[in-house]
């Protein structure tokens, strides 16, 4: 089936640096693309949805200037965490609709 | 905005007790209902899902029932096993690559053996 990629699927990185998360369709177009983060113990959170070539559209509450999205081909995403602080340390997890939706392996961040 | 209220938070039981999950949902135009497993670390998997136009589905030891009126479905698993010990994910959201999924908060469940 349907396919989506992940990467990295962790990554330690210190505070004030910007981290770049991928977000692969592997065998399908996806002309949208959904980018969620999950505390621990707590649900997956919708931040952002993510267009084919126009600009994310962001769930209230989270900064556009700080979660950088890019979504330059109908198979890829991009979200770049930037000026990472530890309050920013999360489980990223990214995901396509299909017949049914798809999620990437997701992204173990942790900012020290 | 479609909001996923879902209960219990957490679940405990034996060894081949059943196990009921129960998630309602407020927007009525939504008509695709999956349900995710997740482990520790790990992505969702999907295990099961119902669109409106059906009233209940099923799949070896784990079914699904939808009441558009009522606005609930909830997700039945029989004869648990240790290994179905995991956070369980009701969803909601149209029938669309568009439409991102609304989930509900989670319900972590343990089977003992």
């Known amino acids: 089936g349907a396919v989506v990629s992940q990467h990295p699927s962790w990554v330690i990185c210190k505070s004030g640096t910007s981290v770049k998360i991928e977000c692969r369709s592997l065998?399908?177009?996806?002309?949208?693309m959904f980018w969620y983060r999950q505390f621990p113990k707590q649900s997956l959170m919708l931040m952002a949805t993510?267009?084919?070539?126009?600009?994310?559209?962001?769930e209230q509450g989270v900064e556009k200037d700080k979660f950088l999205i890019n979504h330059a081909s109908l198979t890829l995403s991009t979200l770049t965490v930037t000026s990472a602080h530890p309050e920013d340390s999360s489980f990223y997890i990214c995901?396509?609709?299909?017949?049914?939706?798809?999620f990437g392996q997701g992204t173990r961040l942790t900012v020290v | 905005g479609e909001n996923v209220e879902q209960h219990p938070s957490t679940l405990s039981v034996q060894e081949g007790d059943s196990a009921v999950i129960k998630c309602t949902y407020s927007?009525?135009?939504?008509?695709?209902f999956p349900w995710y497993k997740q482990e520790l670390g790990k992505r969702p998997q999907l295990i099961i899902d119902?669109?409106?136009?059906?009233g209940e589905k099923k799949d070896q030891r784990i079914a699904v029932t939808l009441n558009k009126t009522a606005k609930h479905f909830s997700l039945h698993i029989t004869e648990t096993q240790p290994e179905d010990s995991a956070v369980y994910f009701c969803?909601?959201?149209?029938?669309?690559?568009?439409?991102?999924?609304?989930f509900g908060k989670g319900t972590m469940l343990l089977v003992s053996p």
């Open positions: 927007d009525s135009a939504s008509n695709y």
């Open positions: 119902i669109r409106s136009n059906v």
């Open positions: 065998d399908f177009q996806a002309t949208t």
């Open positions: 993510s267009n084919e070539g126009s600009k994310a559209t962001y």
């Open positions: 995901s396509a609709r299909g017949t049914e939706a798809f």
């Open positions: 969803a909601a959201t149209l029938n669309s690559g568009y439409s991102t999924l609304t």
